[in-house]
């Protein structure tokens, strides 16, 4: 069956503008995850959605970065005024329910770059 | 608060010999433990993981990991390298419903 997917997979923008990321997650999944990946690093938590509304936004460094998932399934991140430091990848994530071992399935990333 | 720490950020073995990557973990309270692989230009795949039932976990394509509570340890093991395994490993914890995820380690398998 399908995975995550998530557009564009690559990005290129220059600072000041907006982006959008958009993930789709696996048909029934109820938890939605957003992670960023910076080089060298491992993935850093976001956001994360059970339903429709974010149950945890604390990793979202600042208030240039929000998201949604209005319908429950797709979701999109949006980075206003992007810096040069937003640069990474963008990782999506979904399950089942947002229970501790509930295996996250991992979509492949959309690669910023914030010139 | 929770954290891990990968002991090494590269680790080169020679195919068919045996596979150990290091992780250390921090949690106040009975962690869930995972092990994330990531091939070049691909996603992560959970390789395994551990929920406080056995102590020594069984993963795919032959991994495994043994959680030693007083060691603070879940370390990752392989019996005999293939070539195929050569990717970046990452050790995760997990609280709640997000993930912790450590640093990374780059195994190189050469022949």
């Known amino acids: 069956g399908a995975g995550v997917s998530q557009t564009p997979s690559n990005k290129v923008t220059e600072k000041g503008k907006y982006v959008e990321l958009r993930c789709d997650p696996i048909?029934?999944?109820?938890?939605l995850y957003w992670y960023r990946q910076s080089l060298g690093q491992g993935p850093e938590f976001l956001i994360y959605?059970?339903?429709?509304?974010?149950?945890?936004d604390s990793g979202l460094p600042n208030d240039r970065f929000f998201a949604v998932r209005p319908e429950g399934s797709v979701s999109t991140l949006k980075i206003q005024r992007t810096e040069r430091g937003d640069s990474a990848v963008y990782l999506c994530?979904?399950?089942?329910?947002?229970?501790?071992?509930?295996?996250?399935?991992f979509g492949p990333g959309t690669r910023l770059t914030v010139l | 608060a929770q954290s891990v720490t990968q002991l090494d950020s590269h680790v080169s073995v020679s195919e068919g010999t045996p596979v150990l990557l290091r992780c250390n973990y921090s949690?106040?309270?009975?962690?869930?433990l995972f092990w994330y692989v990531q091939h070049p230009n691909k996603g992560l795949q959970l390789l395994l993981k551990?929920?406080?039932?056995?102590?020594l976990v069984k993963g795919i394509n032959g991994f495994e990991a043994e959680f030693k509570k007083s060691e603070t340890s879940f370390h990752l093991t392989k019996p005999s390298a293939h070539m195929s395994d050569a990717a970046e490993y990452f050790c995760v914890v997990s609280l709640g419903s997000t993930l912790t995820f450590g640093k990374g380690t780059m195994l190189l398998v050469s022949p």
């Open positions: 994530a979904s399950s089942w329910t947002s229970e501790t071992d509930n295996e996250q399935f």
């Open positions: 551990y929920t406080s039932a056995a102590t």
């Open positions: 048909s029934g999944h109820t938890a």
């Open positions: 959605f059970q339903g429709t509304g974010a149950a945890d």
């Open positions: 949690s106040s309270y009975s962690p869930s």
